[in-house]
């Protein structure tokens, strides 16, 4: 029933829903068969929720853990991943829907709405909520969200560079809209499948995850990277689950 009132009320101020076809859209969740059982079991349990809370678009999961060998020609600590992230892509009919929700499988709470939400305000462009260490307000993948206009910023440094990536402490960036220009977001982030569309896929960055390559893509085709204030996400605080920060 919260879920009903919910679309209904952005029914009432959008019509993105009753003016086309219902939008499809898929949730890939790669994660590694040994990981923290708790973890994986809220994995679980919050992907059912997410048809639930968004009644209104046409929603697949797809849970992948597949894994794949080292390879030598990896240069960064995240270059499995985006070998995983590109392997689930090749070997999937990404055609058949209009957005793709990347979820990294180490989140452990979030509200399932923003795809709706995403999909109302930005529905061409990229969108991720904001991205925090569990139980606190400490900003987690920095690394991966990048500032508007300093993408280019040096590439090959991975430190936290203030100005350049979100600040770890509140506010995290300077811009107090609701929707924030960015570079590149991560961790989890609702898309447009046509970026796909000519080929593009995944590739590695010397300092901010593979997320960046499809950031640029998107931005390139004339579209917005927005990191949404008002969503927020809590990413597994990894040594409470018996696993290492990555």
């Not at 086309?20 to 919050?46: C, L, S, Y």
């Not at 968004?54 to 240069?75: C, F, G, T």
């Not at 929707?179 to 080929?199: E, F, R, S």
Request: proline share 7%; charged share 30%.
């Amino acid at each position: 029933e919260e879920a009903k009132e919910k679309q209904k009320e952005w029914e009432q101020k959008y019509k993105v829903f009753k003016e086309g076809p219902t939008p499809r859209a898929v949730v890939i969740i790669p994660f590694k068969k040994d990981m923290n059982e708790v973890m994986k079991r809220r994995i679980f349990e919050q992907a059912v929720d997410i048809p639930l809370q968004n009644p209104h678009v046409d929603v697949s999961i797809h849970m992948n853990a597949e894994q794949l060998p080292k390879d030598p020609r990896d240069y960064t600590p995240w270059s499995k991943v985006t070998r995983v992230r590109n392997h689930i892509l090749n070997d999937f009919h990404i055609d058949r829907f209009d957005y793709v929700f990347w979820l990294d499988a180490d989140v452990v709470c979030y509200d399932p709405f923003i795809l709706t939400r995403s999909i109302v305000l930005n529905p061409m462009g990229v969108t991720g909520p904001c991205v925090f260490v569990e139980g606190t307000d400490k900003f987690y993948d920095w690394c991966a969200f990048i500032k508007k206009g300093h993408g280019k910023e040096q590439i090959h440094n991975r430190m936290l560079i203030k100005g350049r990536n979100v600040d770890v402490d509140p506010p995290y960036d300077k811009c107090s809209d609701t929707l924030v220009p960015m570079d590149c977001v991560g961790t989890m982030y609702i898309m447009p499948a046509d970026a796909y569309a000519d080929g593009t896929r995944h590739e590695d960055h010397p300092s901010f995850t593979d997320h960046m390559s499809i950031c640029d893509r998107v931005t390139n085709m004339g579209r917005n990277v927005y990191m949404d204030r008002k969503m927020v996400s809590e990413h597994g605080d990894l040594p409470r689950y018996g696993e290492e920060w990555h």
